[in-house]
């Protein structure tokens, strides 16, 4: 089955600066990659998705880019701010159906 | 409507109690799924039900039972408890399973303690 692993766990970066998170996976099939936003006590909510057609896709001051060939995708949040502070879960699956989530990283936005 | 409810949000249950645990949502969705996620962890899949019908268990203890009554509700009993089962049991949904649409919507989750 799928696995995806996650990096990194933790993760301190000044206001206004970027954050890189980074996720392999192993399944070749996999075709769907959502990014989950969490917050302390709340519920994951989407933030972006990418299907494996598409090398990169932005939303503001997010984007995700997805190298198939070495089967890993990555989130980037640029000119953070307090609000991003969140734990962030990648994930990947076929056709959506089964979501298997990468273990999470923190995010700490400092002021 | 663009949410997913579920009630209730606190739930203590001993060993012995039987216990249901409701999810709603009126966005048409025709896939709803249980995710279990315990502590600094993440959504673990249980459950996925599309069109009303089981359509994927992830091989979980029969003392989790769930069931589809119409397209817009999900129920999970719980009958005979461990407290390692204590955890956040969140549900979602999306337009469809067959990834049409792959959003996952998720509700804001129960938080289950088994005593």
């Known amino acids: 089955g799928e696995n995806v692993e996650q990096h990194p766990s933790t993760l301190s970066v000044q206001e206004g600066d970027s954050a890189v998170i980074k996720c392999t996976y192993s399944?070749?099939?996999?075709?769907?990659f959502p990014w989950y936003k969490q917050e302390l006590g709340k519920r994951p909510q989407l933030i972006i998705d990418i299907r494996s057609n598409v090398g990169e896709k932005k939303d503001q001051r997010i984007a995700v880019t997805l190298n198939k060939t070495a089967k890993h995708f990555s989130l980037h949040i640029t000119e953070t701010q307090p609000e991003d502070s969140a734990v962030y879960f990648c994930a990947a699956s076929r056709q959506a159906q089964k979501l298997v989530f990468g273990q999470g990283t923190r995010l700490t936005i400092n002021p | 409507d663009t949410e997913v409810t579920q009630t209730p949000k606190h739930l203590v249950m001993g060993m012995t109690n039987k216990k249901s645990l409701k999810c709603e949502q009126h966005?048409?969705?025709?896939?709803m799924y249980w995710y279990k996620q315990k502590a600094k962890k993440p959504p673990e899949l249980m459950f996925v039900y599309s069109y009303e019908k089981l359509s994927i268990n992830e091989s979980v203890p029969s003392r989790f039972s769930p069931e589809c009554p119409n397209s817009s509700l999900l129920n999970l009993h719980l009958h005979a408890l461990q407290p390692e089962d204590s955890a956040l049991y969140l549900c979602a949904s999306s337009q469809d399973s067959f990834g049409r649409d792959g959003e996952q919507y998720f509700g804001p989750g129960t938080r289950l303690t088994v005593t």
């Open positions: 966005m048409g969705h025709r896939a």
């Open positions: 399944d070749s099939a996999s075709n769907y």
